[in-house]
């Protein structure tokens, strides 16, 4: 593991009281009574674990200039295990500073590289995800860097760079765009929204046209009713997402069910 380098957050803590502290004062702070008036009380238990994690990345890679190069960005829980909140992801992603400028330099002379995640043909940019890891899925993501282009190293020499990486952990997605009792415009859908069942879908303010709705291929209804109208597709048929969108206010919708 010498060639590697980690980023290390988050470990759980212990906060001892100092033992000077007034037995009394404790006792007032962090105690409830039960006496002649109250026949019960209750005593509230609590255990809290902060976020713990450490990822490894590479400390250099060579490249060359016969075929692409691949490592991998992964979690390290020799020291503590991975641990985040339910639903959080924490993101590896390629630094939003002026040194990220995939390229290799030996002098004046510079040579550009890509860099790609996993299966992906896309390069990655300043503040493209590298990789991403869940307390379910802690599997290691490969990098791989572009061949070299021999022709544009000029001149001999050690051609050389830095690539710097940053995490962060983010919240999970909420399971709709819309929820029950929201209301949206007509003009604010686009392909690929979802709405929980009762979202309320509204005529643009002006607007004298109607729509048609289409939720799994059946044709549900014509509204228009400005500033009104409430689409029954989502109170009737249930949670939908948005698949297409037809000119002539024609609105097809799917059953959808969000992912936990």
């Not at 390290?76 to 295990?81: I, L, Y």
Request: net charge negative.
């Amino acid at each position: 593991m010498k060639n590697k380098k980690r980023f290390i957050a988050g470990m759980i803590t212990l906060t001892m009281v100092s033992a000077m502290a007034p037995l009394n004062a404790f006792a007032t702070e962090n105690t409830k009574t039960i006496d002649a008036n109250t026949s019960s009380n209750s005593t509230d238990v609590k255990y809290s674990v902060d976020p713990s994690y450490t990822v490894v990345i590479p400390a250099s890679i060579t490249l060359s200039d016969t075929a692409a190069t691949s490592t991998s960005i992964s979690v390290d829980e020799t020291a503590k295990p991975f641990k985040l909140a339910k639903g959080q992801k924490l993101s590896v992603n390629i630094a939003d500073v002026e040194i990220n400028d995939f390229k290799v330099k030996c002098g004046t002379v510079e040579v550009p590289y890509t860099v790609t995640a996993g299966t992906s043909t896309t390069a990655l940019e300043k503040g493209s995800t590298a990789a991403a890891f869940t307390n379910d899925d802690k599997t290691a993501k490969t990098l791989t860097f572009s061949k070299i282009d021999s022709t544009l190293a000029t001149v001999a020499g050690e051609y050389t760079g830095t690539l710097t990486f940053g995490i962060s952990v983010e919240e999970p997605e909420p399971p709709y765009k819309y929820i029950s009792g929201q209301s949206v415009f007509y003009s604010q859908i686009a392909v690929g929204d979802t709405f929980e069942a009762g979202v309320k879908i509204r005529q643009d303010s002006g607007q004298m046209w109607s729509y048609e709705v289409y939720v799994d291929g059946a044709y549900i209804g014509e509204y228009l009713d400005d500033w009104a109208d409430v689409c029954p597709a989502y109170t009737t048929t249930g949670s939908v997402k948005v698949s297409k969108i037809e000119e002539g206010y024609m609105l097809y919708l799917e059953s959808y069910t969000p992912t936990t």
